[in-house]
């Protein structure tokens, strides 16, 4: 008898008309056809059934009777059958917090392991979780990639704030943001950004918030100032991929 082929023999489950197949054993097989033509009955109600009433009968009575019960589906014979895996298709979120580690719900269980055998050093096992503020690595808020404001982009260095340096769509001259920019009276919002020290860039780019306290008027909703590159980086760290707006994208991120 031939080993390297799954042999069945007279499949009549569903609508199959009697088929003899042999299906070539270590290689990748497709089964295709219009809707209805009985792939499914061929694959699951025939084949993996059977695989799965042969693996349940090599167990004790006392495990038989846990499972569930499993009649013999219409086939004459399958030989050669071993253990059946049936994979099915399950979207992945598409957030960037999401992993094969908390798809497969594998991640549960890790962060149960480590805080078991770990030195308990910070409490709860939701500590081991790198979604927990208390757990995240402070570097890349537990993404494993820091989300980076490609600065090219961002910026057009030949022009002042006023003028539209600031390439964002949230900051585009007249905007909301651009007159709290320019209210909050921190930064010279008149000379062109390539005029600007380091040390000036990096308080409008990613200063830790502060408090105004000299605003050219009184502050619509802003009191504090945080570093613009920063709060948007921060911002795109902690939502989902589809929840960017088109328009943002065209002032993309780089990823590190
Ligand atoms: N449990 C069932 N009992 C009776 N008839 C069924 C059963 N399951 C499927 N059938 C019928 O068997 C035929 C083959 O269906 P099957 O689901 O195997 O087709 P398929 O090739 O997998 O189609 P699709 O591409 O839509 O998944 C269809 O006529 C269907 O109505
Ligand atoms: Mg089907």
Known sequence: MNRDFIIVQNAHTNNLKNIDVEIPKHKFVVFTGISGSGKSSLLFDTIYTEAQRQLIETFSTFARTRMPK?????????????????????????????????????????RILYSRTAKPFIGPSFYFSFNHPEG???????????????????????????????THPHYKAGGFLWKELITMNIIDTIKPLKEFSEEELDLLLYSAPFEIKDARQKLAY??????????????????????????????LYKVF
């Open 70 to 110: 499993l009649s013999r589906p219409d086939v004459d014979d399958i030989l050669n059958l071993s253990t059946a895996i049936v994979i099915d298709q399950k979207r992945m979120g598409n957030n960037l917090r999401s992993t094969v580690g908390t798809a497969t719900e594998i991640n549960t269980y890790l």
């Open 136 to 166: 995240m690595c402070p570097e890349c808020n537990g993404l494993g990639k820091q989300i980076k404001i490609d600065l090219d982009i961002f910026l057009n260095r030949d022009l002042s704030i006023h003028d539209g340096a600031i």
């Open 222 to 251: 802003n009191r504090n100032f945080e570093g613009i590159a920063r709060k948007l980086e921060k911002a795109v760290a902690g939502r989902a991929d589809d929840e960017t707006a088109d328009d943002e994208k065209k002032c």
